[in-house]
Structures are given as structure tokens and as C-alpha cells.
């Protein structure tokens, strides 16, 4: 039988996804006991196209290019579920799987002898285990935070449902599309362009999102596990939108190097809040048995070179690498050279879960009671340290920009702009505001109909702080002219022609005027 897991493995050898000595799990959906919120939780799940790029089914033999595939697994915030009607079951999950791995028309009885997990008693009860998520079922009213998730090395848009009914249950969009291969469903050995396509696909996600009239696209944030960690990077990187970056055990810490590949990557360009929830050190053992470098215990090359950001790092002693997935902890086989009890790792996992909400509240949501659980000390927040550790990083103190001074005056129409930069310059002294920044932004505002007031205020501003400068005078006037004003036109560009006997324009505007 077809057997997917070697080729999956291969790349994530050092993220403990390649195990020896296995023990069966015992876990369940109700022991990790994911403590919901006030929502009921709809699914919906469907694939759409992108027509800018092809693609070919791998095990069809055809080599038929087509437009790319989208898959798309949808949890949401939905309305009180009408008596009777039952939830999904995991199954319907696998189901999902199915069809992201092209194998649609494969009986559900040959579900665990085909893919990734062994076909045990324990995991063939999972299958029948009831999630709280409900199938095409009435969004709940009003406007939700939306989260894009981005799963592991090739894996399924379902490889973390629990995480993401436990998210929409609190109020939040999640959605997510499988991580497939750039030409087929499977990764090439060009690592750099596969997390490209998967940031690609992940922007894909962006704009589907932005189609829903239940979400909140001024509130949007990243989540990824594993190699997801990786492409939600380069997306926030290119994206202003991205409001925050959730990580769980993001290959981003282990594989500095493959991001650095990428001509959108920038450290400096992580300006939103970020966390990173990392798996326990790995065992000598584990390191010596599987040739792993031991520095992936203590480097963190991304988290260091962050500065424009907080950042958040949190190392869960009971979590090994696969533990941080729905599916890793229900069906992956036990490491006995290091995994934990199933009690411990569905105990962490719900911690994770907390970790994420209260993280995407404050980011999102504004929330300061959030705010105050994610920057408590983990002893804090009822956990001891032997189950979590946490380091908090602040961003560096940057120079007040131009751009900086621009958000603040749009965001009071360009009025009261000396009193604005009176307050700027006590909180930020060495702030210098550049003339030739002021006549741009006042020459585009001016020259617009809808802005030209605005425009004069910035001159107004300008001709304050440079007042022997006769360019800013002569905009003036020429913003003057535009707007109708005659006689405050023709008094600047007199201003402007005394402070500059050669300015041309000047003169030749003032021959005009008296005519």
C-alpha cells in the first residue's frame, strides 16, 4: 500500500518528527479538555482556484496542468446549534485529509492503514470521538478577528482543529489551506521556493478572508506550526495588514538560514507581536541517536534579531515537536526516549491553547486583561516553571520618523499641526522634520480636491519651522491658487519672492495674477 511518511519525514528529522522506539498513545478529545468560549463553532471546508498559477495531481499520471487548487478548512463564530443536530466527528476531519492528500475515493476503514497513523484500537476509537464543531451552520452576528493558519511540512488545513474550534469559540475566524507542494502535492527539494508558494498560498487566504462579511479585516494575525512558522514570516514581512504572529515551534528557530533565503525576509521587518511556544530540549540521547545539532536547544537566531517588536518565548517541558498539532497529540506514536505522559502533553497543549488566546486578545483585541496573562510570569498564571518557561523581549527604541509624524496628523485631519509638533518634540527631542518631506506630503494633499485644506495646514506648519525658505512659500501660494484663493496666493508668492529675488516662478505667477 501507498505509504506517505518517508517523504514527509524526511526534512523534519530535526524536529523530532522522525521517532524510534514507539509507544501507543492513550489520549482523547474530552481529556485535553479545551475549555470553549460563549460561540457555538461552525466548519465549512471547500476548494477554490488560483487561476495564476498550475499544478499537477501526483498520482494520477496524467501530468494534466491545471489552475492551483486551494483547499479550505473555515472555523467560525457561529449561532446557538438547533436542537438535534449533530457535531463533526473526527472522521469528518479525516475525510477532509483525504481529499488534500488525492486519495478522495479511498474507503474510510483504510483511512489509518494509508496515511500517517497506525491502525490501532485507540486510534480507530479517535475517529468516532465528537468534536464541538458544526457543519455549514449560521455565522453568529457581527464583525470577527480572523486568524490564517498555516500547518506543517505538507499537512492537512485540519492537522490543529481543536485549536481552531477552541479560537472561534472565543470569537475568532480561523482559516486554513493544506501546505502543498509548488507542482504537486509534494515538496520538492527546493525547500526556499516551497515555503514561498506556501506564503503565496497563505496570502491566497488573506484575500479569501477578506470576502466574508463576518470578518474584521482590520484585525488580522498569523498562526503556523512547524513549517508554517517559516512562510507566515515572509507573509507578515510583505503584508501590513498582519496585526500579529503566533509560532508554535515555527521551524523559523531551527532554519534561520532557509528565510534568509528569501529576498522578502528582514528582521527589522517584524514590527508586530510575536510568540514563539518551542517543544522541551531534546534528550542527549535523542541528539546523539538521530546526528541532531545540540545548539537547537539554546539558538534562536530570529528571536535575537528581532527589534522592532515584543517578542514572547515560551519553552513547554512536556512537548515534544509533533505535540503542538490536534493530530500529533490524538494519533502520533510515543517516543520513549523522551515523550511524556499522555496526561502531561494534553495538559501542555491546553496551556498552548490558553497561551494563544490570551496572546491574540492582546494583539488584536486590545484586551489589557490578556495583555497581563501573557507578560505575567508563567508561576503567575497557575503554571510552575517546570511546565513552562518564558523570556519577554521589548523592541529597541527607534527614531521618530516622518512617517511617524504623518500617522499622527492624518489621524487628526492635518488640524492643531503646531501644537502636534510642540508634543512631538518634547517626547522625542532629536525628532528632526525634514522641509523637503513637508512640501512633498503638502504639495499631494493640495492638489487633491478632497484634501487641499489639509495641504495648506501642512504649509502653514512648514512655513513656521522654515520661515526664510522661499520653495515652501511658493507651494503655499500655488496651493492657494489652486483652491481659489487669489489674494493669499498672490501674498505668498510675494513672501516667497523676497526671501528669493530669482524665484522665477514666482515672478511669472504675480505677472499673471495682476492681469
Given at each position: 500500500m501507498y505509504n506517505q511518511s518517508s517523504m514527509r519525514w524526511t526534512i523534519l528529522q530535526i524536529l523530532m518528527l522522525c521517532q524510534v522506539s514507539m509507544a501507543i498513545a492513550q489520549t482523547s478529545l474530552d481529556k485535553i479538555n479545551l475549555e470553549n468560549g460563549k460561540y457555538s463553532v461552525g466548519f465549512c471546508h471547500y476548494t477554490t482556484l488560483d487561476s495564476t498559477r498550475t499544478y499537477s495531481r501526483a498520482m494520477d499520471f496524467t501530468n494534466k496542468k491545471v489552475a492551483r487548487p486551494i483547499s479550505i478548512s473555515l472555523w467560525y463564530p457561529a449561532e446557538q446549534i438547533a436542537d438535534g443536530k449533530e457535531p463533526l466527528q473526527v472522521l469528518d476531519y479525516l475525510e477532509i485529509l483525504k481529499e488534500e492528500e488525492e486519495w478522495e475515493h479511498l474507503p474510510n476503514e483504510q483511512i489509518l492503514n494509508?496515511?500517517?497513523?497506525?491502525?490501532?484500537?485507540?486510534?480507530?476509537?479517535?475517529?468516532?470521538?465528537?468534536?464541538?464543531?458544526?457543519?455549514?451552520?449560521?455565522?453568529?452576528?457581527?464583525?470577527?478577528?480572523?486568524?490564517?493558519?498555516?500547518?506543517?511540512?505538507?499537512?492537512?488545513?485540519?492537522?490543529?482543529?481543536?485549536?481552531?474550534?477552541?479560537?472561534?469559540?472565543?470569537?475568532?475566524?480561523?482559516?486554513?489551506?493544506?501546505?502543498?507542494?509548488?507542482?504537486?502535492?509534494?515538496?520538492?527539494?527546493?525547500?526556499?521556493?516551497?515555503?514561498?508558494?506556501?506564503?503565496?498560498?497563505?496570502?491566497?487566504?488573506?484575500?479569501?478572508?477578506?470576502?466574508?462579511?463576518?470578518?474584521?479585516?482590520?484585525?488580522?494575525?498569523?498562526?503556523?506550526?512547524?513549517?508554517?512558522?517559516?512562510?507566515?514570516?515572509?507573509?507578515?514581512?510583505?503584508?501590513?495588514?498582519?496585526?500579529?504572529?503566533?509560532?508554535?515551534?515555527?521551524?523559523?528557530?531551527?532554519?534561520?538560514?532557509?528565510?534568509?533565503?528569501?529576498?522578502?525576509?528582514?528582521?527589522?521587518?517584524?514590527?508586530?507581536?510575536?510568540?514563539?511556544?518551542?517543544?522541551?530540549?531534546?534528550?542527549?540521547i535523542v541528539l546523539k541517536e538521530d546526528n541532531i545539532d545540540a545548539e537547537l536547544n539554546t539558538k534562536f537566531q530570529l528571536y535575537d534579531s528581532i527589534t522592532q517588536a515584543t517578542s514572547y518565548r515560551l519553552k513547554f517541558h512536556d512537548l515534544t515537536h509533533s505535540h503542538f498539532s490536534t493530530l500529533g497529540i490524538l494519533f502520533a506514536d510515543r517516543d520513549k526516549r523522551q515523550d511524556k505522559t499522555d496526561s502531561e502533553i494534553m495538559e501542555s497543549y491546553k496551556w498552548v491553547a490558553a497561551y494563544t488566546l490570551h496572546f491574540l486578545n492582546a494583539s488584536l483585541n486590545?484586551?489589557?486583561?490578556?495583555?497581563?496573562?501573557?507578560?505575567?510570569?508563567?508561576?503567575?498564571?497557575?503554571?510552575?516553571?517546570?511546565?513552562?518557561?518564558q523570556s519577554i523581549k521589548r523592541p529597541k527604541k527607534r527614531a521618530f520618523t516622518f512617517q511617524d509624524f504623518n500617522d499622527l496628523a492624518s489621524k487628526q485631519n492635518y488640524k492643531n499641526l503646531p501644537q502636534l509638533y510642540d508634543s512631538i518634540v518634547k517626547k522625542h527631542p532629536a525628532s528632526k522634520i525634514q522641509e523637503g518631506n513637508l512640501n512633498l506630503l503638502g504639495l499631494q494633499l493640495v492638489f487633491n480636491p478632497d484634501t487641499s485644506s489639509q495641504g495648506i495646514e501642512v504649509f502653514e506648519l512648514a512655513t513656521i519651522l522654515f520661515p526664510n525658505s522661499a520653495n515652501l512659500y511658493d507651494s503655499l501660494a500655488e496651493g492657494h491658487l489652486f483652491m481659489g484663493n487669489t489674494e493669499k496666493a498672490i501674498d505668498s508668492f510675494k513672501k516667497s519672492l523676497a526671501l528669493n529675488p530669482q524665484n522665477q516662478n514666482a515672478a511669472n505667477r504675480l505677472e499673471q495674477l495682476k492681469k
Open positions: 494509508w496515511f500517517y497513523y497506525r491502525n490501532t484500537p485507540a486510534n480507530q476509537k479517535h475517529l468516532a470521538e465528537k468534536t464541538t464543531a458544526y457543519a455549514k451552520v449560521e455565522p453568529a452576528k457581527g464583525k470577527f478577528p480572523v486568524i490564517v493558519y498555516a500547518p506543517s511540512f505538507q499537512a492537512s488545513s485540519i492537522e490543529n482543529f481543536a485549536l481552531c474550534e477552541y479560537l472561534a469559540s472565543h470569537g475568532f475566524v480561523v482559516i486554513s489551506s493544506l501546505s502543498r507542494g509548488t507542482e504537486t502535492r509534494w515538496f520538492s527539494n527546493n525547500s526556499a521556493k516551497e515555503m514561498e508558494t506556501q506564503a503565496r498560498d497563505m496570502e491566497f487566504l488573506l484575500k479569501e478572508a477578506g470576502k466574508l462579511p463576518l470578518v474584521d479585516y482590520d484585525k488580522i494575525a498569523l498562526m503556523g506550526f512547524s513549517f508554517g512558522g517559516l512562510s507566515n514570516t515572509i507573509v507578515q514581512n510583505r503584508n501590513d495588514t498582519i496585526k500579529a504572529i503566533v509560532s508554535l515551534d515555527g521551524t523559523e528557530r531551527y532554519q534561520y538560514e532557509l528565510l534568509e533565503q528569501s529576498p522578502f525576509f528582514d528582521a527589522a521587518k517584524i514590527d508586530v507581536p510575536y510568540i514563539h511556544m518551542a517543544q522541551k530540549d531534546i534528550p542527549d486590545n484586551n489589557q486583561s490578556a495583555l497581563r496573562f501573557i507578560e505575567n510570569a508563567p508561576s503567575e498564571n497557575g503554571v510552575t516553571n517546570s511546565l513552562i518557561t
